[in-house]
């Protein structure tokens, strides 16, 4: 008999390029759960008007991305790819758990105390009650398995509290969804600050490498990477910078570190900056070709969420029938 296959499902908000950090670290590892999970990967582009986005960038920014889950290799044949907006059930589910979600587990939240600092002229109902539509994204495909990254675990425990909560009131209606915490996920740090990891809303470009970026100036960040004044390839104390591209150099090629570190004992930075700039593009090459290929197929890429959109809705609406019926809506 057929195994079952456990249901994985994550969302990228559509708010920035995406990073080398974003590619090692996450998608990277998704394309190699296509084969033993159903998977769902989500355009959260209802999240991201959370803090105020120039609609024309939006609607870019959202293709682009979906775009670019093609062309890291998620293939549509095994996995649902989707943008939120475009399934109704989220937006209806989020407003039900709204209802059985209390304002001091959401005044809790980290990431809304970090939001209403960071836009204090935009602290908007939405920014507070994000968390909740997080959870019905998830709760909705009764999904086993939510892959994080530490930012998101609080938002994730509060989803399994939520689903608890309404389980307990009506009855089994939601699988209570675990966090799956991938083995191999490289921690890529910011160019020009080591100790901080790269991420797309760095407002210093330098710092990040867009994975669409041409080879000259990914050689360039590459180049004028912080390092140390020491002169050895190493890990260790203050060698953050070294260490760093140390692990993009193993991430991107398959090397060990041990092997790295000792193929380049006794050089220089300038030739072992080269190297990890050239497995970088080489890395990235393939994804930025297939990536304007698909920018160039816009019905193929349309023909991809629409259908995705359309297998989703049907999966949700199955749970969000069940909600209705439960919470003592009159059957339509
Ligand atoms: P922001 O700059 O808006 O915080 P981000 O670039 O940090 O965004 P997210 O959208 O929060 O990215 O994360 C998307 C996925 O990429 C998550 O699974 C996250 O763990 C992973 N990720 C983000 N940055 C890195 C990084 N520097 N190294 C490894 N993984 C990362
Ligand atoms: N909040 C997440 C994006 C996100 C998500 C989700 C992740 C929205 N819905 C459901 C996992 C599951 C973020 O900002 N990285």
């Given at each position: 008999m057929e195994e079952v296959k456990k249901i994985l499902y994550s969302a990228v908000q559509p708010s920035g390029c995406v990073t080398l950090g974003n590619y090692l670290g996450a998608i990277k590892n998704w394309v190699d759960l296509q084969e033993s999970?159903?998977?769902?990967?989500?355009?959260?582009?209802?999240?991201?008007?959370?803090?105020?986005?120039?609609?024309?960038?939006?609607?870019?920014?959202?293709?682009?991305?979906?775009?670019?889950?093609?062309?890291?290799?998620?293939?549509?044949?095994?996995n649902i790819m989707y943008f939120q907006s475009h399934v109704p059930a989220h937006a209806e589910l989020a407003w039900i758990l709204n209802c059985y979600t209390y304002m001091g587990e959401l005044s809790r939240m980290t990431q809304f105390k970090d939001k209403s600092q960071r836009h204090a002229d935009n602290i908007n109902a939405g920014l507070f009650t994000y968390p909740v539509l997080m959870a019905a994204d998830i709760l909705l495909y009764q999904t086993d398995l939510v892959p994080v990254g530490v930012d998101q675990k609080q938002h994730l425990e509060l989803a399994r509290d939520i689903a608890a909560r309404f389980n307990g009131i009506y009855s089994e209606t939601f699988k209570i969804?675990?966090?799956?915490?991938?083995?191999?996920?490289?921690?890529?740090?910011?160019?020009?600050?080591?100790?901080?990891?790269?991420?797309?809303?760095?407002?210093?470009?330098?710092?990040?490498?867009?994975?669409?970026?041409?080879?000259?100036?990914?050689?360039?960040?590459?180049?004028?990477?912080?390092?140390?004044?020491?002169?050895?390839?190493?890990?260790?104390?203050?060698?953050?910078?070294?260490?760093?591209?140390?692990?993009?150099?193993s991430a991107t090629s398959g090397e060990s570190i041990e092997s790295i570190e000792s193929r380049f004992a006794g050089k220089g930075y300038g030739e072992f900056k080269a190297e990890v700039a050239e497995a970088v593009v080489e890395c990235l090459r393939p994804i930025k070709e297939k990536y304007d290929q698909y920018m160039q197929d816009k019905a193929y890429v349309e023909k991809v969420y629409t259908e995705g959109a359309q297998h989703a809705q049907y999966l949700a609406r199955r749970t969000l029938d069940k909600v209705y019926r439960k919470v003592g809506f009159v059957k339509r």
């Open positions: 999970y159903n998977c769902m990967y989500c355009v959260a582009d209802l999240h991201s008007i959370t803090v105020r986005q120039t609609p024309a960038d939006l609607r870019k920014r959202s293709v682009e991305l979906l775009s670019l889950f093609l062309a890291c290799g998620l293939d549509p044949e095994k969804p675990e966090p799956y915490i991938a083995k191999v996920g490289a921690k890529i740090m910011s160019l020009t600050e080591p100790t901080k990891k790269m991420s797309k809303s760095d407002p210093n470009p330098k710092g990040f490498i867009s994975v669409v970026e041409d080879a000259d100036s990914i050689a360039k960040k590459i180049k004028s990477a912080v390092t140390d004044s020491e002169g050895s390839i190493r890990r260790g104390e203050g060698k953050e910078g070294i260490e760093n591209l140390m692990s993009i150099l």
